[in-house]
């Protein structure tokens, strides 16, 4: 039934438009009708819901959503891609803005909003921090990114893949892996495989120095937690801080739990 993610209907539709994938947009289609009706199912919508879709590019995912009885807008930056997209999707639930998501004036989205995206694999970091430090009510993100940058999302304490992007994203959210995704999946096929990713917003206030701790804490991963925070801060003030906390100034950022963390944030003895 659906046909925008046919390889043939792909590749007619960009000759006779006269396209060529654009490497730079990380333009790799989605092809696989598992995959594309998995990442729908996984949004949980309902009769009304607001749904942002980034990256539509041929509207693969798009021609899956429009016909629900949602508001969706989409946001795409490719200005060939966007007028097959105008010309294509007529539907009045469905509103296109040509512009870079992540220069997009987020107030003017409807809440609360569910987001979802075959991300750009080039931004992907970039897109998740957008949404998620947003003052935006957001009922979920589904975010389908390289598997490697997923893994740093889901990754626990002491494990290779823990470290900034991992605390930041897990102290604003909780972050579920939904499933893997082949590069046969793709057309072109990406060299890098792929996992879809569901991140639930807490929706809840993040103090400022729990953020700063956290970069400072990794900015020399193999030191000391306290050498790693004196980048940042005061020795007297860290040594306070972990005393009350009852973490070891000797330990590894890399070894500190999010709640550690947050226990280190709290008993910081100076205001920001
Ligand atoms: N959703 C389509 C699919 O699943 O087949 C296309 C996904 S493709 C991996 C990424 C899409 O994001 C492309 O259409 C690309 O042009 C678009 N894109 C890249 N950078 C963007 C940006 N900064 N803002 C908005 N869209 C962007």
Not at 110 to 136: C, H, K, Q, R, W
Request: hydrophobic residues 40%; contains cysteine.
């Amino acid at each position: 039934m659906y046909k925008r993610n046919r390889p043939s209907w792909i590749a007619q539709t960009m000759k006779e438009e006269s396209l060529s994938f654009r490497k730079r947009f990380g333009q790799n289609f989605l092809i696989d009708d598992n995959a594309l009706d998995r990442i729908v199912d996984s949004l949980e919508l309902e009769e009304g819901s607001n749904v942002l879709e980034i990256g539509p590019g041929l509207g693969a995912l798009t021609e899956r959503l429009v016909d629900r009885d949602i508001n969706l807008i989409a946001v795409e930056i490719d200005r060939d891609l966007a007028s097959i997209l105008e010309r294509d999707f007529k539907e009045e639930n469905f509103q296109l803005i040509v512009e870079d998501v992540l220069k997009l004036e987020l107030s003017q989205l409807p809440e609360p909003l569910i987001v979802l995206g075959n991300l750009p694999y080039y931004i992907t970091s970039a897109i998740i921090m957008l949404f998620l430090e947003s003052d935006l009510e957001i009922e979920h993100l589904v975010f389908m990114m390289q598997k490697e940058v997923a893994d740093r999302l889901l990754a626990e304490p002491g494990s290779k893949d823990y470290g900034i992007l991992s605390l930041i994203t897990q102290l604003y959210g909780r972050v579920e892996k939904l499933f893997d995704v082949g590069k046969n999946c793709f057309m072109p096929a990406p060299k890098v495989e792929s996992t879809v990713v569901r991140i639930r917003p807490r929706n809840e206030e993040v103090d400022p120095r729990t953020i700063e701790i956290i970069k400072a804490a990794f900015s020399l991963r193999r030191k000391t937690l306290l050498n790693s925070l004196a980048t940042s801060f005061e020795k007297e003030e860290i040594r306070l801080a972990l005393e009350k906390s009852k973490i070891s100034p000797s330990i590894r950022a890399e070894n500190l739990s999010l709640e550690d963390f947050l226990r280190i944030s709290s008993n910081w003895p100076s205001p920001l």
